[in-house]
């Protein structure tokens, strides 16, 4: 599976962003997926995880309530919503692929797409 994130920029805090990831392969499906982010100086770090069909999530407490993923499996698509923005969400993100939700949670992660970078702006 090949990843690839996009939709970063600049957004002022409180604002929202969309983050789609588009994965290529057959085998998308067979997935769980997730987000993950790096800020600068800082270790990468788990965000948001979807379960196979789309069904169950987890999220960081730190986003909790704020963001949302989702995931198309007809489209190989994920994507994490990112409302009501704060400075400290500025990071490179990266959506991953794993065998299981809990693996991904874990950072038990097969498959690493590209990143891409959001900045928050107060």
């Known amino acids: 599976v090949q990843l690839q994130a996009f939709g970063g920029g600049f957004v002022q805090a409180g604002g929202s962003l969309s983050l789609p990831c588009a994965a290529s392969?057959?085998?998308?499906?067979?997935?769980?997926m997730g987000w993950f982010r790096q800020a600068p100086g800082k270790e990468r770090e788990f965000v948001a995880a979807i379960g196979f069909g789309g069904g169950t999530t987890y999220y960081a407490d730190s986003v909790k309530g704020r963001f949302t993923i989702s995931r198309d499996n007809a489209k190989n698509m994920v994507y994490l919503q990112m409302n009501s923005l704060k400075r400290e969400d500025s990071a490179v993100y990266y959506c991953?692929?794993?065998?299981?939700?809990?693996?991904?949670?874990?950072?038990?992660?097969?498959?690493w797409g590209k990143g891409t970078l959001v900045t928050v702006s107060s």
């Open positions: 392969g057959r085998t998308f499906e067979y997935y769980a």
């Open positions: 991953a692929a794993g065998s299981t939700l809990g693996a991904v949670v874990r950072y038990g992660i097969d498959y």
